[in-house]
């Protein structure tokens, strides 16, 4: 597609209840990754996905937390038995090269997810 | 760890005042900077990007960076801010060892006054 697009653009959702968060890359890209912007926090990384390799899961913040990437294409975070504390907005981006040149992402519009 | 520190949280200018925000970064490795913007109700985009070569480098609508690898720093600047300026800003940092990972700063709040 011509950008990166997640779905769905808000989320309301009960405290303890599952939640699913879907972000579709640029076309060819090969790295993925999703970050947790949160009021006054910055953007937290959470996961990266570099073609057939291993993610890096350094940032996920507890094991309520876990993505896949399947088809080297569309990605999905999973929030187990969420808590208020993980209201934030869900930013997903894409690259086309994520070796050490980096060259700069391309975001999605992100997921407000709130909890309540 | 890597990280990246962006010292001024919230920046009120006039207009057609200059622009300086400071990020500061803690890796001694070989680094890739990056400035990115989120204007209000927009999505982060890509102001400008330093990889190699000259250390100062130009980016969209005027704004400028200046990598100083003696400070770890890379500064955002911009001789005279518009309205339209007001944004969100956020430094980052690539970190050779670290694959395409992105470690940001905690972000710069811009208002501008007209």
């Known amino acids: 597609g011509a950008g990166v697009s997640q779905s769905p653009s808000n989320k309301v959702t009960e405290k303890g209840k599952d939640v699913e968060l879907r972000c579709d890359p640029i076309?060819?890209?090969?790295?993925l990754y999703w970050y947790r912007q949160s009021l006054g926090q910055g953007l937290e990384f959470l996961i990266y996905f570099q073609g057939n390799s291993a993610p890096d899961k350094s940032g996920l913040p507890s094991d309520r937390f876990s993505a896949e990437r399947t088809g080297g294409s569309v990605s999905t975070l999973t929030i187990q038995r969420t808590q208020q504390e993980d209201s934030a907005v869900y930013l997903c981006a894409s690259s086309s090269q994520a070796g050490p040149g980096g060259y700069g992402y391309t975001f999605g519009s992100g997921t407000r997810l709130t909890v309540v | 760890a890597q990280s990246v520190s962006q010292h001024n949280h919230h920046v009120i200018l006039s207009e057609a005042a200059s622009l300086e925000l400071g990020c500061n970064y803690s890796y001694g490795g070989t680094v890739n900077l990056f400035w990115y913007v989120q204007y209000p109700g927009q999505h982060l985009q890509l102001l400008l990007k330093y990889f190699s070569g000259d250390p100062l480098v130009k980016g969209i609508k005027g704004f400028e960076a200046e990598f100083i690898k003696s400070k770890f720093s890379f500064n955002l600047r911009k001789p005279s801010v518009q309205w339209s300026d007001t944004a969100e800003y956020f430094c980052a940092v690539n970190a050779h060892n670290q694959g395409g990972k992105l470690i940001f700063g905690q972000g710069t709040e811009l208002s501008v006054k007209p």
């Open positions: 076309s060819g890209h090969t790295a």
